[in-house]
């Protein structure tokens, strides 16, 4: 291929994000879940116009998300199938998340976080996207049904790889709406935990642990990580916690951690881990998210154990798992 159109590719990938985004907004992977159907019929649904419909459908064939059929018809495929917020490996709530005018004016301040190392989301929106979030309910519903997206896509990945058995009672830190623990649970029928949030976060966690059918082995504790967290677990798991700060911040959680857990627990860090030169770009990109929003940061396997160890932890062994997420167990000194 040639290389300005490949780098044009590259520069619009904004445009696909953006088209997905629309698709799972107007509901349409719902609406060819049982099959092919007319353009005409999907507007008349969705409540949009036929033609824009049409354009938007055609693009979105055209990188393999959906099939144009004879007549204007379209049907879904199995990249599709991951839009719909019922399929069993959905990324519907990370679409509808990515595609929010609030994440993408962030982005417009990517070259400000590049020159002064600063989150861009604080330098555009003026407040860090905790803050935000507290004071934007909607939008922290939207961000958490995407965490929650997340969680339930790598879980699996996760506990194929990991085998959380050995443990009695695991504590969630930071566990958001409780998908994950529920998986770990759903996976381990002995085990108990407990999932620990801040209270408007971990509001809706009963509902997810019941939906999974664990509620009756699971506690649901609310709280701020910088100053407790729950005792008495022998497995502390920080999903997608560490990531979101700098090393000063991210020090003080994982000392929070060593303070209230057992010195016989185990803690686990589930992040994505940064690859060697060249690889890795899920990673890599991962980390410019970090960075343009809550000015945390993706790191390697020598930055973990560097932190870890500075917190009073010996990092033991990371596990890896097929979609570039590790698991990195470390114990007390």
């Not at 604080?122 to 939008?139: F, I, K, L, M, T």
């Not at 497995?235 to 057992?262: F, G, N, Q, S």
């Amino acid at each position: 291929m040639n290389e300005s159109v490949q780098i044009r590719r590259l520069m619009n990938g904004y445009q696909v994000s953006q088209a997905i985004h629309v698709a799972v907004v107007l509901g349409l992977p719902e609406l060819l879940a049982d099959g092919p159907k007319a353009v005409a019929d999907l507007a008349e649904r969705a409540g949009c116009q036929a033609r824009p419909l049409y354009r938007l459908l055609r693009a979105l064939s055209s990188v393999g998300v959906y099939r144009e059929l004879p007549d204007r018809r379209f049907e879904t495929t199995s990249l599709g199938d991951t839009l719909r917020a019922d399929a069993p490996r959905s990324i519907a709530g990370w679409a509808l998340f990515v595609g929010t005018q609030t994440h993408w004016q962030s982005w417009t301040g990517l070259l400000h976080s590049v020159r002064t190392g600063e989150s861009a989301f604080e330098a555009v929106h003026g407040q860090d996207v905790w803050a935000y979030r507290a004071s934007h309910p909607g939008e922290g519903k939207v961000f958490d049904f995407a965490m929650s997206s997340l969680s339930s896509l790598l879980a699996e990945s996760v506990l194929d790889a990991f085998d959380f058995g050995r443990f009695t009672t695991v504590v969630d830190v930071g566990g958001g709406r409780g998908s994950f623990l529920a998986a770990v649970l759903g996976r381990h029928p002995a085990l108990r935990g407990v999932v620990f949030d801040q209270p408007h976060v971990v509001a809706s966690a009963p509902a997810t642990l019941a939906g999974a059918g664990v509620e009756e082995r699971c506690e649901v504790v609310s709280g701020d990580f910088f100053a407790s967290v729950p005792g008495g677990g022998d497995a502390y798991v920080l999903k997608a916690v560490v990531h979101d700060w700098d090393d000063e911040r991210a020090t003080a959680i994982l000392r929070t951690c060593r303070r209230d857990m057992p010195d016989t627990a185990t803690l686990l860090i589930v992040e994505r881990v940064l690859g060697g030169p060249n690889e890795g770009p899920d990673a890599a990109f991962t980390d410019l998210n970090m960075l343009v929003g809550p000015g945390g940061e993706e790191r390697t396997e020598e930055e973990y154990a560097a932190l870890l160890h500075g917190a009073g932890f010996t990092m033991t062994r990371t596990v890896r798992t097929d979609i570039e997420v590790a698991v990195i167990e470390a114990r007390p000194h």
